[in-house]
Nanobody, 123 residues
Framework: QVQLVESGGGLVQAGGSLRLSCTASGRTFSRYVMGWFRQAPGKEREFVAAISANFASTYYADSVRGRFTISRDNAKSTVYLQMNGLIPEDTSVYYC????????????????WGQGTQVTVSS
């Protein structure tokens, strides 16, 4: 069984930064694509970023490209999301996800979800 635990959310002013962390346990972390999604109240869950297993290739939603950076530390079984230049539209619950394979592509199956961490950006 895989457990994903997010941390690092909070309340920040527009223009500020946060770094989210997600630590995984239960299967070999280094073999799997990791991703971040977010969901605001009344809205669909949306893709934010992903990072592949082998060469740490990164992928971003257009809405966050240039502001957010995803990275991973396989020795710590942890994936990070550095969020800079936050805007109120970034306010959401952010979810860590572990995908089913080592390479990312749009729509790749998600095997496990974290519990979510709240990010609130004030204007």
């Amino acid at each position: 069984q895989v457990q994903l635990v997010e941390s690092g959310g909070g309340l920040v002013q527009a223009g500020g930064s946060l770094r989210l962390s997600c630590t995984a346990s239960g299967r070999t972390f280094s073999r799997y694509v990791m991703g971040w999604f977010r969901q605001a109240p009344g809205k669909e869950r949306e893709f934010v970023a992903a990072i592949s297993a082998n060469f740490a290739s990164t992928y971003y939603a257009d809405s966050v490209r240039g502001r957010f950076t995803i990275s991973r530390d396989n020795a710590k079984s942890t994936v990070y999301l550095q969020m800079n230049g936050l805007i109120p539209e970034d306010t959401s619950v952010y979810y860590c996800a572990q995908h089913s394979g080592s390479r990312y592509y749009t729509g790749v199956r998600i095997d496990y979800w974290g519990q979510g961490t709240q990010v609130t950006v004030s204007s």
